[in-house]
């Protein structure tokens, strides 16, 4: 059984976790923790989690307690799994952070994004960027995974089949996406309130969104050569789910764009892509660790659309995180991630 440690874990991708790792077959949370909620029990939090984590309770991360895990997630704000990190790989013990702390190469373009230095630039070289679609065999062998943002997760699988076939025009890609309110985590904002978010549509982050590094960072690896991407992602009024439309010209108008999809990600357990004239929905994927994507030509010209769909919570952090888990451990990669979408 794998010992599991959860650090950060009272916000959306921390119960997300626990909900996850509480049906899988070979883990076992044993501690979680938060500074401000030290001694509450995580049942008292999350009633949802009475039966599966009936006596666990949240406690001040200590690195000798979590070093005795056989993995530690790192649930939390961006800078936190900087200052824990080094001490807890050198124990002998696996890290997978859901934070942005290790998602970008570069320490300096890190600190221009996310406002504060890198704390730990000696870990990047090391750190293997969590998309199990891309870097499947250096996840099995990683230490250290930087477990990829959601929108970056539905932009670049939906795009990755025409980077990687040099197909698509990398001077011009447009992505326009949409959240749910989760995507903003459990602290209370003003623009996360019901007032503020229902019957409400808006586009945010217009001149630069700290994703964007992050989306441009893993095409750029596909394609081999700069892409240009203009990205706008957009709050809408719903829970969980992600939804991306991706624009892109075509070089060979010629190509079987849905062949070439299908032959892509035909042995990927978690990306379905539809068929013919079927798009998708958020709702389809809700609760599910699953991309599905959809791939048109409108009226047969050289603009390719392809739309992509995801839940925030799920492919776009804590599954995915559980999956890397899963591939780091020579487990099956489905286990505690086989479950069906929740409609309605």
């Known amino acids: 059984m794998i010992k599991v440690a959860i650090v950060g874990g009272t916000g959306y991708t921390g119960v997300e976790l626990l909900r996850l790792l509480a049906l899988h077959p070979h883990a076992q949370v044993e501690i979680i923790t938060s500074r401000s909620e030290e001694g509450v029990r995580v049942a008292d939090m999350y009633p949802n989690l009475r039966e599966n984590y009936p006596s666990l309770a949240f406690s001040v991360p200590q690195v000798e307690q979590l070093t005795a895990c056989d993995v530690v997630f790192f649930a939390t704000p961006h800078g936190v799994a900087h200052g824990l990190a080094d001490e807890i790989l050198q124990a002998g013990t696996r890290v997978i952070d859901l934070s942005a702390d290790f998602r970008l190469q570069d320490a300096n373009e890190w600190a221009q994004w ?205 599954g995915q995180a559980v999956q890397n888990m899963n591939i780091m451990f020579g487990l099956d990669e489905g286990s505690g991630l086989v479950s069906v979408a929740l409609i309605p």
Do not use: W
Not at 123 to 129: D, S
Not at 165 to 181: F, H, R
């Open 114 to 318: 996310y406002g504060q230095p890198h704390g730990a630039p000696h870990l990047l070289g090391e750190a293997v960027y969590g998309l199990p679609e891309v870097n499947r065999d250096a996840i099995k062998g990683a230490r250290l995974i930087a477990v990829p943002g959601c929108y970056p997760t539905a932009v670049q699988l939906g795009l990755l089949p025409l980077v990687e076939a040099g197909l698509a025009d990398t001077k011009q890609i447009i992505a326009s996406c949409a959240s749910g309110v989760s995507g903003a985590g459990r602290a209370a904002k003003v623009g996360s309130l019901f007032c503020e978010s229902a019957e409400n549509m808006m586009a945010y982050g217009v001149s630069g969104h700290r994703h964007l590094p992050e989306i441009k960072q893993g095409l750029q690896r596909a394609a081999g050569k700069p892409v240009a991407l203009t990205f706008v992602p957009h709050l809408v009024p719903m829970i969980r789910g992600i939804h991306a439309t991706l624009y892109a010209t075509v070089v060979d108008p010629e190509v079987d764009l849905q062949g070439l999809f299908e032959q892509r990600y035909r042995s990927e357990p978690f990306v379905d892509v539809l068929p013919r004239g079927v798009f998708p929905q958020t709702r389809s994927v809700k609760g599910a660790n699953m991309c599905r994507i959809a791939v048109q030509r409108p009226q047969g010209g050289d603009v390719v659309v392809v739309m992509s769909a995801i839940d925030n919570l799920v492919k776009g952090a804590s």
